[in-house]
């Protein structure tokens, strides 16, 4: 690998986390998580890993070194959860995760003693709550969303639950899963560290991973612990009882993930709050409605609100009837409304109601459908075709260009214009012609 300095390692990793379409803006916190995280010669080398799923042949290549070898260094970076594993008809895949949800949470969702949690929380804290960019660039670079806000299903009255789509329930993403691994709320265990402790003294093993991931991080590390469907719909039971928000991967089809968030730790909350009226997630396919005859303006829908979307108002006495009290009703903010149905729940005399909104928030199908999608509307859709060191196969290839040729015509306009791609403008005329015969 020639002489590499230090700062040369974790500059070189930086740059190559950065081929992600969610990337991590540097500054000289970011290198020093990045120290905390990998070692030099982990960081080395990791930096060098294909930014799509390979194999330990093709690691052991681009590494210069035997197979046996690589898939020794392989297994220690599962350990570490920098890599996650997966079978692939019959043969044992690698990736590199994202830094969310991904590294960056994967090293708080449990005990740790090879690190100083402490200190890392410390570094976190100063890198998304204080610098910003990586937060800004993680919920606002692009239109599709990395996450999506669950609808509370016990806040739902049965004439509405007949109108629910399954992916819109966490309950069918717990009941489809292959595998579910319960692990440590990141943000909370983050935001303790960091001394600023949860407010609403919320429950930490409530944090949902699935399928591959959650199989991954159990087996190398036991960052999460494989549990039932029954325990799993515990978890989310006890998360409702503790008012707060599913925010999961943003696909309809086996997401990665279900956190279950409290508006004074969770960053994309936090950022709902900070940078108000922009949403940082996708929100529910409802709203809340407040009958004014049932609510007395007690105040709770307001205090309990992850997002401060509730105030509580005084109506003018001229508009009330002679002799009549000022009247306190809640109003809900629907420009920044999640949708989550926190209110509707804690709601003493039931005053508030949900009712499916009026234009349907599109959901992308599947993770490859959602890095398209929001690597065209960043810019970067090269990147996830043409990764000098990800040893580019024609499957790779195809997979990435049937999602696009399923985008609308607006999106698929960006993506051939950024791909340059005689290929692909093909693909993209044959699809027209076949679609105008």
């Not at 570490?80 to 994202?98: E, H, I, T």
């Not at 004439?159 to 009941?175: F, Q, S, T």
């Not at 409802?286 to 005084?314: F, H, M, N, Q, R």
Request: proline share 5%; with cysteine.
């Amino acid at each position: 690998m020639g002489h590499v300095t230090t700062r040369d390692a974790y500059k070189n990793l930086e740059e190559r986390i950065n081929w992600f379409t969610q990337g991590a803006p540097p500054s000289e916190t970011l290198y020093k998580i990045l120290q905390v995280l990998y070692t030099e010669k982990e960081a080395k080398w990791v930096a060098l890993l294909p930014v799509r799923p390979f194999t330990r042949k093709q690691a052991a290549k681009v590494w210069g070194t035997t197979e046996a070898k690589a898939e020794k260094l392989l297994d220690h970076l599962c350990e570490k959860a920098l890599l996650v594993d997966s079978n692939y008809r019959g043969q044992r895949r690698f990736v590199m995760p994202p830094p969310m949800a991904g590294f960056i949470e994967f090293a708080l969702m449990r005990t740790r003693g090879d690190i100083d949690q402490k200190y890392l929380s410390q570094l976190y804290f100063q890198y998304m709550n204080v610098e910003e960019d990586f937060v800004k660039d993680l919920f606002f670079a692009t239109e599709t969303k990395l996450g999506r806000v669950f609808v509370q299903e016990p806040v739902l009255a049965n004439d509405k639950m007949n109108h629910i789509l399954d992916y819109e329930r966490a309950a069918h993403i717990v009941e489809e899963a292959k595998y579910i691994g319960l692990g440590m709320c990141y943000c909370r265990h983050k935001a303790y560290h960091a001394g600023h402790p949860c407010e609403m003294d919320a429950p930490w093993d409530v944090c949902l991973t699935f399928d591959n991931v959650a199989r991954s991080l159990a087996e190398h590390g036991g960052y999460t612990k494989l549990i039932s469907k029954e325990e799993a719909m515990d978890a989310l039971t006890r998360s409702y009882e503790s008012n707060l928000v599913q925010i999961g991967e943003n696909v309809r089809e086996h997401p990665a993930f279900i956190c279950n968030c409290c508006g004074c730790c969770c960053e994309a909350l936090q950022a709902a709050r900070r940078f108000s009226p922009m949403q940082p997630v996708a929100t529910t396919n409802y709203l809340p409605e407040v009958s004014e005859e049932k609510c007395v303006g007690c105040g709770k829908c307001e205090k309990i609100c992850p997002i401060l979307a509730i105030t509580i108002d005084k109506e003018n006495r001229k508009n009330l009837p002679e002799g009549t009290k000022e009247k306190r009703t809640a109003k809900i903010d629907t420009e920044i409304c999640l949708g989550c149905g926190v209110c509707a729940r804690n709601c003493p005399t039931k005053a508030i109601s949900l009712k499916r909104r009026p234009i349907q928030v599109i959901t992308p199908v599947n993770s490859t459908h959602r890095f398209v999608l929001q690597a065209i509307e960043k810019g970067t859709l090269q990147n996830l075709i043409f990764d000098n060191q990800a040893f580019a196969s024609h499957r790779a290839m195809a997979a990435v260009f049937g999602t696009i040729l399923k985008l609308p015509p607006l999106k698929q306009a960006l993506a051939s214009k950024q791909f340059k791609s005689v290929y692909l403008d093909k693909l993209l005329s044959m699809q027209k012609k076949k679609v105008e015969s």
